[in-house]
């Protein structure tokens, strides 16, 4: 009871207090929410050439430009460099309101590219669509995303006031060409958009390679080499494995690197600040066999502290982190997919009825210090015991190219492995390492996941690194 | 000393509460707590606007939501609006499919008047959930009927037609047990065959029907089992093939399907004559009406 006094006289303070500043011509809350909103898109229309954002939904991705004009009437002009569904979301308009909840919010109400970002893989990629009005700052409005695909990382937006000529600065058609250089069908788009390019600087004979995930914009240098071709590349001695990540934007045709990766090969050094994607071609080459394979190139004569380069979509890279090691490779088998994209499950099944993984072992040392180099099929029995199909090879490694061999009669098997099994085995294996490459390509949104491509017969799957 | 902490608590709760009370009463008498968080002013009135408050709002005293709030889902489900060019098609297709079977037959439009929902929801995709699962629609107590994958709109794709009508006349059905109730001992047609909301996804399509029912969500309840039977007769063009008629069996399984059909069947006889008998409209009717307009 004794502290009874002192929350009376808190009373009394609050009560006068409020009495002493209680100026009845103080708006009510619902004006003074309405004028707070009204403050806001009075600020959100004013900009002569709307605002600019530099959006990057996650921490660890790359950066979209968006440019967004609001107009009195509830509707946001939007355009971005994001060129999927045919370029919808280049230049499209759609509603927006400010709500009052816990603060002003920005809500984008109907469909548009923020929408998009938002429903990429399965609406966990981290992009937003409502956002909490922070503060001013200066000339810019800084917001924050209300709710966030990407857990406890709630993404920071500034809104810039945009340039009369920030337009021109959206490179969506290079974004899309650049894009067209995926060897993956989009039929497996859903682990990303993965572009492997080949950069060759011709003044000095070198090639480097890297992977861009076009969907979280990162890019990872893999390594770099003197030479051109595949042999050339095999035979370098000045081969250096980079193995660097950074993120990316698409700025004015061109392609910028946000923490630019620099490095040495064969005593040049090289810093890739930002590269433009100019002279656009359709170029062919043949991975296998004569087979003609449609490539994108774009050529550009003045890149700062390069010079004159060309950058050519590929499938090999003159480094890969996949070596032969203890490592070994598997995934569930529903993961192999024909040239139409079909997986080869029940052709799988067909053999092996408990079928639960195919695996690939490169260079696994056994017990007797013999090196294990082999690729199959895992299967279960009813007491979840394991029963290995696999059939060796030898091979020969240049960057993420394997070249095999399978050799006749090796197989690890169990002793009483039936022969039906085996036929089936060298059958299947025959089939999805048809021609004797295969090119590891890895897919660098995911830690450890590979895919395997066979240019040979357009087969193609999955595999975690183990 | 429990209860002494337990006492101190209550005051300091007391206290806190009475200085809460006292700052929100005695300064501004004429403010309201209830201020709307969506600012009308802004709201526009466009063609689209205008065409859903004559065709539907004042029409039928149904509004359409097409607007993204984000209360229209739980906390932890992600989901995106509709674009805008989707909206009009959707209000046709819901119009061409729902609303019209109803007016086509005999007491249909005083029956679709009388119960129709206050709020139709439309968003532009799935519902994402953060256990990894997905919704494909949803309702609120015949209240508010959702609508999803509606940028996806497409009604000659026989499954996204399907979502769609699986989903409205699900939930429009759950308007009449909810205020008519159940036929008569219509639980204990296939009594045991129902599961709960917990396990009743456990089950495959077939296992369903042997148990007597038209999915496994069905088997969750008997008002599931109402909606969902009343909604797959309506839409589903096979249903007599499915759900009624006797294959002619060799196997364990083909008759186990058979003595489920017999319970559908039984079920599907009991629905409809209390359908009829307390809304007037006859079921058969409006499934007539609706396989008239399916492409």
Sequence with gaps: MRNLPSYVLLCFVLIFGCEQNNDPDLPSVEERVSEAIGDLQNQLTAPANGWRIDYRPTPDGGTFLILMDFSSDGMVRIQSDVPDNDGEFRDQTILYRIDNSQGLELILETYGVFHFLFELSQAS??????????????????????SDGSLGQNTILVFEPAGPNDSDLISDEVVELLGQGSHRSPGLGNLGNHVLYNIYIPSDNTTISLTIDMRSRQAKIHGGSAGQ??????QSVNGVNINTKTTISFLDGGIVFNQPPSFSIGGNN????????????????????????????????NVAGIGGLTMTSSLFQTHSVVT??????????VFIFDQDDESLADSIENVFPGAAAFQFYMGVELNNGDALNAAGFVELDDFNNADFYLRGFDFVQTGNLIEFTFNGDDFITNDDAP?????????????????????????????????????CNDYKGFMFKR | MEKKGFTQIVKRSLGISLIGLTTLTSCYKEDKLNVPVKDVSIEIETELDQY????????????????????YVNPGERVAPPRIETVRPMLDFIEEFWINPYLDVPNGEDFFRNHVPAEIVFLGGLIYNNDGTVTLGTADAGAQI?????????????????????TVFHEFAHTVHQRYKLPNAFETIASTGYTGPGSWFVLTDNQALERGFVSPYATSSPNEDFAETVAFFLFESDFDTKFI????????????RNEGRALVSAKLTTISEHYEKVTGVSLESIRAAVQNRLP
């Design chain 1, 125 to 146: 990629f981290g992009g937003e669509f409502e956002f909490r009005f922070n503060q001013q700052q200066g000339t810019n409005l800084i917001f924050s995303s209300k």
């Design chain 1, 229 to 234: 071709s595949i042999e050339e590349i095999a």
């Design chain 1, 270 to 301: 090289y810093t890739l600040n930002q590269i433009p994607l100019e002279n656009f071609n359709k170029v062919t080459t043949s991975y296998c066999g004569g087979n003609v394979d449609s490539l994108v190139q774009f050529s550009s004569q």
């Design chain 1, 324 to 333: 032969a090691s203890e490592d070994f490779f598997s995934h569930n088998h």
């Design chain 1, 419 to 455: 022969q039906s099994k085996t036929d089936g085995l060298v059958s299947l294996t025959d089939l999805i390492f048809e021609g004797g490459k295969v090119y590891l390509i890895e897919t660098i949104g995911i830690e450890d996941l590979f895919e395997f491509y066979n240019p």
């Design chain 2, 52 to 71: 859903i408050e004559t065709n539907f709002t004042q029409e039928y005293g149904m509004a359409i939501r097409y607007r993204f709030v984000d209360n």
């Design chain 2, 146 to 166: 959702t609508f999803t994958n509606v940028n996806g709109i497409d009604p000659t794709n026989e499954d996204w037609r399907t979502l769609q009508l699986q």
């Design chain 2, 245 to 256: 008629a006797q294959d002619t069996c060799q196997t364990e399984e083909c008759l186990a």
